[in-house]
């Protein structure tokens, strides 16, 4: 396929995930890189990471001050609503303490992470060598390079396009923040996509179970008792190592996940104000003086540019933050019915002892084992969590829009008495 021409056939699951961990790893997240044979971790990673990210943070700051500074940017923000002023800063604030909480938190796990693909690396191998399974590797490859190129140029091109509108004079230190800016919310955003990976990956492996662990498939491939029931035993074994990946996983990035969906929902929130701001804006326009109509058309022509910028960068967190939850629910259905699979293979075959032991054994350990994809402090991640991410975005958009609109109010109450006093002559 064209997409991939410019990148190596795909081999092994690290030459898969490579691409995506090579990004996570230049954006300062996780701290190790590699392909082919494996996953490292250096102490010039290490620093790289550490270091970057630190430098991404203070040129942010620095350039954000020497904006601040100028007299012109002053006065430019004086004319702005005061809301979105505060929603601005409120933004810059957040989206630098979850970029520091993600990267501190996923270089404490960064062998743990790692050790999450050796071991689905080892089964594929197993799955490959002993069940002549044939993983797919290119097609997942190709889907990450589309997706993540795709969402890539519509988030850089809405700020690149958005700050070369807004600067005058200072174009310079308008891009230099802008850019530490992405590298900031990239670093997050890009996070949430590579646990939708991993899930993605034991999504898979779970279905190839599936074809596995049906009697057809077993009594075909392997036609001795002897050897089918060894092969039933690693299959179910796989699957128990496919559950304990779902709490790796979460133990890795519960809490980085969590930081990063709450930011979402508080720029997505903000956002939405902003549109909703510029639609109230765009209405008492009509109502203005003959003689500001000019300037007033300018301003909202350069509104609806910002607006469509807006909804551009929208794009990345509401993908992550609706389609997440989707795949790790899918998962854990997956992950039901190869269990569902297992508990019949006692009826499929009675004359075994040792696979009614297996059975029990494991039905034993699934009492005591329920593992779901979790995010914070044992949120599940689900669709059930949409409906409260929701719900918390309306009620947050609600306050905001009802702050705003008591604003006005009060701005023109003040407006009808200094007219009238101004009619009384006082």
Not at 371 to 383: A, H, K, M, S, Y
Request: glycine share 6%; hydrophobic share 50%.
């Amino acid at each position: 396929m064209a997409v991939l021409y410019f990148f190596r056939e795909p081999e092994t699951l690290y030459d898969c995930a490579s691409f995506i961990c090579g990004l996570q790893f230049v954006m300062c997240c996780n701290g190790f890189s590699g392909r082919g044979t494996g996953f490292a971790i250096t102490r010039w990673k290490r620093t790289y990471s550490l270091g970057m990210a630190g430098l991404a943070v203070l040129v942010l700051f620095v350039s954000l001050s020497g904006l601040l500074g100028s007299e012109e940017i002053r006065s430019r923000m004086a004319a702005v609503d005061k809301m979105v002023l505060s929603i601005a800063a409120l933004e810059v604030v957040m989206s630098t303490l979850v970029f520091v909480v993600t990267v501190v938190s996923l270089q404490a796990a960064a062998r743990r992470h790692i050790n999450i693909y050796v071991r689905l690396s080892a089964m594929d191998t197993l799955l490959m060598r002993d069940f002549g399974a044939s993983l797919n590797y290119r097609k997942l490859l190709r889907k990450n390079i589309v997706v993540l190129l795709t969402v890539t140029v519509l988030y850089l091109g809405a700020i690149t396009s958005a700050v070369i509108q807004m600067a005058s004079g200072h174009r310079t230190l308008f891009l230099l923040s802008a850019y530490c800016y992405v590298i900031v919310t990239a670093g997050p955003h890009f996070t949430g996509y590579v646990h939708m990976s991993l899930v993605e990956l034991l999504s898979i492996r779970f279905r190839l179970l599936q074809k596995i662990l049906s009697p057809k498939f077993l009594e075909w491939r392997f036609p001795q008792r002897q050897l089918r029931e060894q092969r039933v035993r690693q299959a179910v074994a796989m699957v128990q190592e496919l559950h304990q990946l779902i709490t790796e996983i979460n133990r890795v990035y519960a809490f980085s996940l969590w930081m990063s969906m709450a930011h979402d929902l508080a720029i997505t929130t903000s956002e939405l104000y902003i549109i909703f701001g510029m639609g109230v804006a765009s209405m008492e326009e009509r109502e203005d003086e003959e003689m500001q109509l000019n300037l007033k058309r300018e301003q909202h022509k350069g509104s609806r540019v910002l607006l469509g910028y807006v909804a551009l960068c929208m794009a990345a967190p509401l993908y992550k933050l609706l389609i997440g939850p989707f795949y790790c629910e899918r998962t854990v259905l997956e992950a039901r019915r190869c269990l569902r699979l297992i508990e019949q293979l006692d009826n499929w075959y009675p004359t075994s002892p040792a696979t009614k032991q297996l059975v029990n054994s494991l039905m034993c350990w699934r009492l005591q084992s329920r593992p779901q994809f979790t995010i914070g402090f044992d949120i599940l991640l689900n669709r059930t969590v949409l409906t409260l991410f929701v719900s918390i975005l309306v009620n947050y958009l609600l306050i905001l829009i009802q702050f705003a609109m008591t604003q006005k109010m009060g701005e023109h109450i003040e407006q009808q008495k200094v007219a009238l006093q101004n009619w009384i002559g006082i």
